[in-house]
């Protein structure tokens, strides 16, 4: 009898091990797609333009080459861009999986629950009724999506925070935003309201190199802060009861998911303005890919960034016409259609 239990814990041993090298196998290979994608985008990005340089002549202007017009063009003009891109693709795609995972319901997304919009009103408050610009825009944004995340827990906390209650407090959140960026708009002079518009498309075009420190900074302090809380949100999946036996205070660590995830989407809207849908699609396309249960914040971030470059390429110089438009128009025209197959597959029901 114990041999025939020695082989069969031998045979199961031998299976789990099979099953984990598959999966870090899978892993690597999506991870080294997703980086390569991300390469590639990003020099497609140096690359074209108005005035098309060669691989070359973009590594030489990286490198402090004696070609003052490429690396004017490159240094000065694209790679604020490229850069500014990259950082609000990992920052959306960031939050969208640690909303989605702590609040266990597709549709928790920032530009689903409010954060997005709260944000969007507090820059056109800045904008319209203040007259601000710059840096004072971003603050507002800040501070609007950091509000409506303050209150989304406040009215969605009954003895404990569920997703579903959340997630229906914040798309009601979303429409009284909505509407007070519509009055805003309406009250406002025609020029007045067009830099608004612009604004709440979500947008690339203004990067600069201040703007570009900023938003590193505020990574460089965030990203630590997810990886340390990744674990016991590892944890908190199992269920409060279990995570609770483990030692883990449950409401605690949500609260401090749900804080992190405001605050990257908070941070990737004041600089680029609500980028639609990339928070949203991020985390799910990379699950998808993982096939594994995982959290995939990694992964979730690597595809941030690759929707958001990808759409800029795509909105600056293979839409139609002579002008480029807003990166958050081409994210939306990808994400609408994967919320409205979400819905009709019945992927929204809570988990």
Same mark, same amino acid.
């Given at each position: 009898?114990?041999?025939?239990? &020695?082989?069969?814990?031998?045979?199961?041993?031998?299976?789990?091990?099979?099953?984990?090298?598959?999966?870090?196998?899978?892993?690597?290979?999506?991870?080294?797609?997703?980086?390569?994608?991300?390469?590639?985008?990003?020099? $497609?990005?140096?690359? /074209?333009?108005?005035?098309?340089?060669?691989?070359?002549?973009?590594?030489?202007?990286?490198?402090? #080459?004696?070609?003052?017009?490429?690396? =004017?063009?490159?240094?000065?003009?694209?790679?604020?861009?490229?850069?500014?891109?990259?950082?609000?693709?990992?920052? =959306?795609?960031?939050?969208?999986?640690?909303?989605?995972?702590?609040?266990?319901? !597709?549709?928790?997304?920032?530009?689903?629950?409010?954060?997005?919009?709260?944000?969007?009103?507090?820059?056109?408050?800045?904008?319209?009724?203040?007259?601000?610009?710059?840096?004072?825009?971003?603050?507002?944004?800040?501070?609007?999506?950091?509000?409506?995340?303050?209150?989304?827990?406040?009215?969605?906390?009954?003895?404990?925070?569920?997703?579903?209650?959340?997630?229906?407090?914040?798309?009601?959140?979303?429409?009284?935003?909505?509407?007070?960026?519509?009055?805003?708009?309406?009250?406002?002079?025609?020029?007045?309201?067009?830099?608004?518009?612009?604004?709440?498309?979500?947008?690339?075009?203004?990067?600069?190199?201040?703007?570009?420190?900023? /938003?590193?900074? $505020?990574?460089?302090?965030?990203? !630590?802060?997810?990886?340390?809380?990744?674990?016991?949100?590892?944890?908190?999946?199992?269920?409060?009861?279990?995570?609770?036996?483990?030692?883990?205070?449950?409401?605690?660590?949500?609260?401090?998911?749900?804080?992190?995830?405001?605050?990257?989407?908070? #941070?990737?809207?004041?600089?680029?303005?609500?980028?639609?849908?990339?928070?949203?699609?991020?985390?799910?396309? #990379?699950?998808? /890919?993982?096939?594994?249960?995982?959290? $995939?914040?990694?992964?979730?971030?690597?595809?941030?960034?690759?929707?958001?470059?990808?759409?800029?390429?795509?909105?600056?110089?293979?839409? !139609?016409?002579?002008?480029?438009?807003?990166?958050?128009?081409?994210?939306? &025209?990808?994400?609408?259609?994967? /919320?409205?197959?979400?819905? #009709?597959?019945?992927?929204?029901?809570?988990?």
């Amino acid at each position: 009898m114990s041999a025939a239990v &020695a082989e069969r814990t031998a045979v199961a041993t031998a299976g789990l091990r099979a099953v984990r090298r598959r999966r870090r196998a899978r892993r690597a290979g999506v991870l080294v797609v997703l980086a390569a994608l991300v390469l590639a985008s990003s020099l $497609a990005a140096l690359v /074209l333009g108005d005035f098309p340089l060669s691989v070359g002549q973009v590594l030489g202007a990286l490198v402090g #080459a004696e070609d003052p017009s490429a690396r =004017f063009i490159v240094v000065e003009l694209r790679l604020p861009r490229l850069l500014l891109g990259l950082l609000v693709g990992l920052a =959306f795609g960031l939050a969208g999986a640690l909303f989605q995972s702590v609040l266990r319901n !597709p549709l928790a997304s920032p530009d689903i629950i409010g954060i997005s919009q709260g944000a969007s009103a507090g820059a056109v408050a800045a904008l319209l009724l203040g007259g601000l610009s710059g840096a004072a825009v971003s603050a507002s944004a800040l501070a609007g999506g950091a509000l409506v995340g303050v209150l989304l827990y406040a009215v969605a906390w009954r003895g404990g925070m569920t997703g579903h209650r959340f997630v229906l407090s914040g798309i009601g959140v979303a429409y009284v935003c909505a509407a007070v960026v519509g009055y805003l708009l309406t009250r406002s002079e025609v020029n007045q309201a067009q830099v608004a518009l612009r604004w709440m498309a979500g947008s690339l075009a203004q990067a600069e190199w201040s703007m570009v420190q900023v /938003l590193a900074g $505020a990574l460089a302090v965030l990203a !630590p802060m997810v990886a340390l809380v990744a674990r016991r949100l590892d944890l908190l999946l199992l269920g409060d009861d279990q995570a609770g036996s483990l030692g883990l205070r449950p409401e605690a660590v949500r609260a401090c998911v749900i804080a992190l995830g405001v605050a990257l989407a908070c #941070a990737a809207t004041a600089a680029a303005g609500p980028v639609a849908f990339v928070a949203f699609v991020a985390a799910p396309v #990379a699950r998808r /890919l993982l096939r594994d249960g995982s959290l $995939a914040l990694v992964e979730s971030a690597l595809v941030g960034v690759v929707l958001v470059v990808g759409a800029d390429l795509v909105a600056q110089h293979l839409l !139609p016409g002579d002008l480029s438009v807003p990166v958050g128009v081409v994210t939306g &025209a990808v994400g609408g259609p994967y /919320l409205i197959w979400l819905m #009709a597959s019945g992927g929204t029901r809570r988990e």
